[in-house]
């Protein structure tokens, strides 16, 4: 199966920073890959999928690049709501998550 | 608005079947455009795919629990259910179904999701 890691596993950054997240995965998933955003409590959200698409109602913000086996989540200028818990998600084959990047307020 | 929401016993024996249901509102899941899904998560395994269900009932399952999952669709009743049998304190997790969209590898994102019942296995 496909393993999906994630860097770093907490990252501290402040309002208006610009921060990314990188996922890596043990194989080639081509361009099938998501990205979720979750807060304590809540569902995970969707927010970019096929590596770089924006999901309906995600800021624009955020975006995502990459193929293959690397894959960036990128924030421009943070907001106090981004500060939360962010997954990538391959679905080449199968589907699996990455371990979580926790991103919290420095 | 779709809406899902999950529903089940809350507390399992060890070696018993873990049964959830997932009722969808707001859209009819026999729709032919998407997969519907259960994804599990807990502080030992983080998120956890178990397995997604087409309309039609063809199933997708994630090859390390396949043994033990069965998952189906109610389509008169708009719900999809999971069944997890031979349950362990491992299988104690938040439980999600949500909705999928169809991709190379059948079932794929996931656009929308249930608020998550946490099943607990215990004597």
């Known amino acids: 199966d496909i393993q999906m890691t994630q860097s770093p596993s907490t990252l501290s950054a402040s309002v208006g920073d610009r921060v990314t997240i990188t996922c890596r995965a043990s194989?080639?998933?081509?361009?099938?890959l998501a990205w979720y955003q979750q807060k304590p409590g809540k569902a995970p959200k969707l927010l970019i999928y096929g590596a770089s698409s924006l999901q309906s109602g995600a800021p624009s913000r955020f975006s995502g690049s990459g193929s293959g086996t690397q894959f960036t989540l990128t924030i421009t200028s943070l907001q106090p709501d981004d500060f939360a818990t962010y997954y990538c998600q391959q679905y080449n084959s199968y589907l699996t998550f990455g371990q979580g990047t926790r991103l919290e307020i420095k | 608005q779709l809406q899902l929401q999950e529903s089940g016993p809350g507390l399992v024996k060890p070696s018993e079947t873990l049964s959830l249901t997932c009722t969808v509102s707001?859209?009819?899941?026999?729709?032919?455009?998407?997969?519907w899904g259960w994804i599990r998560q807990s502080p030992g395994r983080g998120l956890e795919w178990i397995g997604s269900i087409y309309y039609s009932g063809s199933t997708y399952y994630n090859p390390s629990l396949k043994s033990r999952v069965t998952i189906s669709v109610d389509t008169s009743n708009n719900q999809f259910s999971l069944k997890l049998t031979s349950a362990t304190a491992a299988d104690t997790a938040l439980y999600y179904c949500?909705?999928?969209?169809?991709?190379?590898?059948?079932?794929?994102?996931?656009?929308?999701w249930g608020q998550g019942t946490l099943v607990t296995v215990s004597s």
């Open positions: 194989q080639s998933v081509s361009g099938w």
């Open positions: 707001g859209g009819s899941i026999s729709s032919s455009t998407y997969y």
């Open positions: 949500a909705r999928s969209i169809p991709s190379v590898a059948a079932s794929g994102r996931f656009d929308y």
